[in-house]
């Protein structure tokens, strides 16, 4: 009897162990081998959660995947089928990228640093993607201690440029400017099944991307955000977590028109899927997924414009 139910469970963990460690811990582990078959099965498993799961398109991509999996020698042969089934389940913002694919380089490295200027008496906070595998506590606390420093120096008001963020961790991003955002709920994700949060409460964030504390307290000053066509991902997130703020404006051209929420899961290959599982919702009520957000004020004079509004409406020179 005993034996039996040994047999019972080594089969539950063969059969669903890869997805079970992938949704808990990010990382599919396989006991065994890992063939195109079990691979397969487990993106599959794992791309149920996208937020088109539902749609007729991605169950008739899912039975060209398995059909491809069963006739399949490696695990070259499966990826590109499986790659469609990831963009039916999750939309444009979801991938399935191979080992060795360039595109990974999105995941390693930090393109470029955050930075706290003061022009005048405006502090310029530049907010750059940042990838999960960066010092995200050295990225948040950058931003927080430069805007800290701008208001203790006397700094009337901030300009948040997300200008050419092409997204990553969310969490940092807005650690580190949550002295200027208000406490309580600043986003949320609307999956298919549930509504979550993403909260700050003093220089904590949770809920969206890593969770980290900063230093600082609280800046109620006015809040000009920069975007363009190529700010992405959470850095559309971060603009919207501004949205909705009377004291705050947004300025430049429409986003590249990613926000939304992604899990990103790590297999044994090396390849990566990343997956849509919700859409972004400002407090404002609006939802949004693969449409570029438009900014309050769009214009090709971005921080010119963000100056002026700060000089005219809030007295900043």
Known sequence: MLSALLLAVAALVFVYGPTLTAMLTGTARFAGTQTPKRYSTTVLALAEQGIYADSEEFEEAKARAKEAAKQADTLY???????????????????????????????????????????????????????????????????????????????????????????????????????????????????????????????SVSGGGTPLTTTGGKWEAPVAVLVDGDTASSGEATMLSFRGLERSQSFGSPTAGYASANMVYDFPDGSLLMLTIAKDKARTGEEFAEDPVQPDVETDASLEQAKQWLATKHGCQ
């Open 77 to 203: 042969d499966v990826y590109p089928a499986l790659e469609d089934a990831v963009k039916a389940a999750g939309g444009k913002h979801s991938r399935l990228i191979e080992p060795g694919n360039p595109n990974l380089g999105w995941a390693i490295g930090q393109k470029t640093e955050p930075a706290v200027s003061v022009e005048g008496g405006v502090a310029v906070a530049t907010v750059p993607g940042v990838d999960r595998h960066s010092d995200v506590q050295g990225y948040a606390d950058t931003l927080a201690t430069g805007l800290a420093s701008a208001r203790d120096g006397g700094a009337c008001g901030t300009v948040v440029d997300l200008r050419g963020n092409d997204g990553g961790d969310m969490g940092p991003m807005v650690a580190g400017l949550s002295s200027l955002l208000p406490d309580g709920t600043v986003l949320e994700f609307v999956s298919r099944t549930n509504t979550s949060q993403v909260t700050v409460e003093g220089n």
